[in-house]
């Protein structure tokens, strides 16, 4: 019989398994969505709706209870909201319109590569060893095949290497994100943090996106593309958020890494088998160079 511990090491493994999946299938319907959907309408329900859902929550555990961000707070705040969230995710839309989810996918897995740039060039706080410049090496090649591999990929999306640019700049501020949200969230607590920046974000994207929301055709969005907007707004935000929550309460980071590793090859096999993006050798070489090199990284971490 499984001991209380156990069992919630156990859970916390099964919302690992289930939050991989809805990140790995997220690229693929997010790319049904921009297909026909404007990217800057689309972003605009995407932040919206996670920002509706995060406030829900938010306010039903009281807000700041009491102790609101200082003035000198708010800059700080807003800037990372909008690089994060705003651009962050407008530019992740804006690339799948032109290039493939399983393309994506690989250069959102480099994402720890971007954050140890800024954690040695940027902010000084780690050096880099002569294991970690390996490391560096083999996913920045891996990922260069990827960022300009074409071939079979050429009839499926419609301009992979301006879509692959775009994704790597969503990357990026993803990458900054997370470089620079530990120390600037460090006073609230995961919910009140996230729901502070998702709503922040969704406010200062609203006059980018709302003219956009407002002129769109959206009877000619057709129930996939639907789907597709539900997936990314409800399923990849909330509900990915709070099984990745539930699990960092009972696992440690390592173990979390280990899981989300595998996106890439979900992404991947799902676009192939359910999409018809076509198998290409490229991606699934300069994939697997990448994610090695990104072990080794996490590894000697």
Known sequence: MQTQTEARWTAAHWAMVAQTFIAGT?????????????????????????????????FARGGFNGA?????????????????????????????????????????????LWVLMIATQISKSESLSKRKLVGVFVAMSGGAIVLWGGGKTAAYAENALLGNLITLGAAWCWAAYLSFGKKVLSRYDAIQGTALMMMLGAVMYFPIG??????FEWSSVSPMAWLGAFWVTVLSSAVAYGL??????????????????????????????????????????????????????????
């Open 68 to 112: 609101p961000p200082a003035k000198t707070e708010w800059a700080k705040l807003l800037a990372l909201a909008f690089v994060g969230i705003s651009m962050g995710q407008f530019l992740f839309l804006l690339g799948l319109k032109f290039t493939t989810p399983a393309s994506s996918a690989v250069l959102y897995a480099m994402t720890p």
């Open 210 to 215: 709302a003219p956009s929301a407002l002129s």
């Open 26 to 58: 997220s690229f693929s319907f997010a790319r049904l969505a921009s297909l026909e959907i404007d990217p800057l309408a689309l972003a605009f329900i995407r932040l919206s709706g996670s920002a509706a859902i995060f406030a829900v929550l938010f």
């Open 244 to 301: 990745i929550s539930y699990a960092l309460s009972n696992l440690l980071p390592s173990q979390i890494s280990v899981f989300m590793n595998a996106q890439p090859a979900i992404a991947a096999s799902v676009s192939i088998v359910f999409f018809g993006e076509p198998f290409s050798l490229a991606l699934v070489l300069g994939g697997a160079i990448a994610v090695a090199g990104i072990a080794m990284l996490q590894r000697e971490k």
